[in-house]
């Protein structure tokens, strides 16, 4: 499952394989970590007859077995499904089922790449950068895009492209800016492209894209302005200031420099791992 989970329940002999994913849980506690992590795709057909039966015959869930069985001949819908087996075992609260409410509520009528979209957008907001990056790289392959407009495959390449440069992959970043920018020729996607190109210190490239793409001369100079200007506010910025006093005190022999040195550096390694979570 990739994290450690703390399972109180039974733990399985044979693990039942979600058919979506292929992965394989062992618990009632796997199930529902598994549940919340993949809600924006889940269906009710997931949670067949055989997957009640291992409920029953691995996990020794017999009322629990009954309920979803009774639920799938009634026709019960997605949320009634989640909601019981979550109730089943107290891996999650209240509050964080009521989540998952809301989250299915407002996926109900939306497909299933509408789904994935609403799940990378959530990643990408919460600073799951890599998540999001690879969320948005599975839509843009997949079989259901080929019905998709230009305006949504501009929009998917240019979220991507702003995941992967808040990782610090500028070149990824402006290959993804420029594919929304031939989508839509959108001056936003072509300005993120350049200003990607330059972070990433290619000159030769960031001329070459230039002319390619046919930017003016009047363009380029509004834009370096901007870029500039950038970079200036970035000098200026709160972790910019950080470090220079750090700097500072390291100048002047204080050596409680050491300290304050090592707790930025573990907040940057905290904020790198959340940001990079498989």
């Known amino acids: 499952m990739g994290k450690l989970i703390l399972c109180s329940s039974v733990i399985a002999k044979n693990p039942y394989c979600f058919p979506m994913t292929k992965t394989k849980v062992y618990s ?40 979803l069985d009774r639920m799938r001949e009634d ?23 009521n989540e998952l409410i809301v989250i299915m509520d407002q996926t109900q009528n939306v497909p299933m790449r509408g789904r994935q979209k609403i799940k990378a957008d959530t990643y990408l907001k919460s600073g799951s950068l890599e998540r999001a990056r690879q969320e948005y790289e599975r839509i843009l392959k997949s079989p259901d895009m080929l019905n998709a407009q230009s305006g949504e495959y501009a929009d998917l390449y240019y979220r991507l492209g702003t995941a992967a440069a808040g990782m610090g992959e500028y070149r990824q970043a402006a290959q993804a800016f420029q594919k929304s920018y031939e989508y839509v020729n959108d001056q936003k996607a072509l300005e993120s492209c350049l200003y990607c190109l330059k972070l990433s210190g290619r000159t030769e490239e960031y001329q070459k894209r230039i002319q390619e793409l046919g930017v003016t001369r009047e363009q380029q100079t509004f834009m370096e302005a901007q870029y500039e200007e950038a970079l200036r506010q970035s000098v200026d910025s709160r972790e910019c200031r950080v470090v220079r006093r750090i700097r500072r005190m390291k100048e002047q022999g204080d050596e409680a420099y050491r ?11 905290d904020e790198y791992r959340k940001s990079m979570l498989p």
């Open 28 to 67: 009632i506690e796997e199930v529902c970590y598994y549940i919340r992590n993949n809600i924006y795709m889940m269906q009710e057909e997931v949670f067949d007859r055989g997957f009640a039966d291992w409920i029953r015959g691995e996990l020794g869930m017999e009322e629990t077995a009954d309920k």
């Open 75 to 97: 026709h019960n819908n997605l949320k009634d499904i989640v909601v019981t087996l979550c109730c089943s075992c107290d891996y999650y609260t209240e509050s964080e089922i």
């Open 259 to 269: 300290k304050q040195a090592a707790e930025l550096v573990f907040q940057w390694k």
